[in-house]
C-alpha cells in the first residue's frame, strides 16, 4: 500500500509538472491568449487619407494617416452627451477633417475637437506597427480620450468639395430589421436599418419607415427618450449598435453618403 501510494504521488507530481511547461509554453510562445488582447489588424491608408474600417468585433472606426499628426485609429461616434443617440462622424478627404453632420462638430485627423458643440475629442485608441507588416497597424485594447485643439476660423463647411466624404456603409445583406436582431441577438456591432421612435416613454427601433406602425421593434437602452428630438424621432435611418438580453444598446446613427452630398 505504500508503494502505491508513493508512486501515486509521484504520478500526481508528474502531471503538475507537465501542465505547468504546458502553459510555460503557451506563454513564452505567444499562444496564450491575454486578458485583454488586441482589437484588430488593420491596412494603413495611403498618406494624407483615412479609411472607414471596423475592429474584430464590428466596432467602427477610422484609421487615420496623416503627414502632420501621424496614424491614428479613432472611434467613429462623435462625442454627443452619452444619455443621447450617437452619430458617426465622416471623413472629408479635401479637408482632411472629420464632421458630425447632425451637430455641426468638427475634429481634427488625430481627433482633437476643433469646433462645435462636442462634450471633446473622439476617442483614440492604441496602437503600433505590425512587426511583420510595416503596411499595417495592430489596434490595442487601451484607449484614450482626445482634448480640444485649435479651433478653426469658422464653422466647417457640412459639405465636402467633389462628395469625397468617406463614411462607413454596410455590405450586401449584413443589415438586420432590429426585432430580427432582438430574436437572433448576432454577436459584436451589427447593422441595423430602421426608425427611432419614443413610444409609452420607451426608445425603440422600429421595423421599416416613418409611414409604418411600430408593430415590431426592438426597445433601446442607454438613451433618455426626452434627447431624442423630433428631428430624430421617427426619421428612418442605418444604424449600427449591439443586442444584449433583447435590446440594442449603443446605438450610432451613421448618415448616408448621398444625403451628406
Not at 452627451?81 to 472629420?98: D, N
Not at 503596411?135 to 479651433?151: A, F, H, L, M, N
Not at 406602425?213 to 428630438?229: K, M, N, R
Request: with cysteine; net charge negative.
Amino acid at each position: 500500500m505504500r508503494d502505491l501510494g508513493h508512486r501515486l504521488l509521484i504520478g500526481l507530481a508528474v502531471l503538475v509538472v507537465a501542465v505547468m511547461a504546458v502553459g510555460y509554453a503557451y506563454i513564452f510562445g505567444g499562444i496564450a491568449t491575454p486578458i485583454r488582447g488586441d482589437r484588430a489588424t488593420l491596412a494603413l491608408p495611403e498618406s494624407g487619407t483615412a479609411n472607414a474600417t471596423i475592429l474584430d468585433d464590428g466596432r467602427p472606426v477610422f484609421i487615420v494617416n496623416d503627414p502632420d499628426v501621424g496614424v491614428w485609429v479613432l472611434d467613429a461616434q462623435g462625442r454627443q452627451s452619452q444619455s443621447s443617440l450617437g452619430v458617426a462622424v465622416a471623413w472629408c478627404t479635401e479637408t482632411r477633417m472629420f464632421v458630425d453632420l447632425a451637430d455641426g462638430s468638427a475634429y481634427g485627423a488625430d481627433g482633437e475637437l476643433r469646433w462645435g458643440p462636442a462634450e471633446g475629442g473622439l476617442v483614440a485608441f492604441a496602437s503600433r506597427t505590425s512587426p511583420d507588416d510595416p503596411s499595417r497597424v495592430i489596434v490595442g485594447s487601451d484607449t484614450s480620450v482626445q482634448g480640444r485643439g485649435p479651433e478653426t476660423d469658422g464653422p466647417p463647411e457640412t459639405t465636402c468639395p467633389d462628395n469625397s466624404w468617406v463614411m462607413h456603409e454596410p455590405e450586401p445583406g449584413e443589415t438586420f430589421d432590429p426585432s430580427v436582431a432582438g430574436d437572433q441577438e448576432p454577436p459584436g456591432w451589427i447593422w441595423l436599418e430602421g426608425t427611432v421612435q419614443v413610444v409609452d416613454g420607451e426608445v425603440r427601433l422600429c421595423d421599416g419607415s416613418t409611414d409604418d406602425e411600430c408593430d415590431a421593434f426592438t426597445a433601446v437602452i442607454g438613451i433618455d427618450p426626452a434627447t431624442v428630438a423630433d428631428d430624430v424621432s421617427g426619421v428612418a435611418s442605418r444604424f449600427i449598435g449591439r443586442v444584449r438580453d433583447s435590446a440594442i444598446e449603443g446605438l450610432i446613427l451613421v448618415p448616408d453618403k448621398e444625403e451628406a452630398s
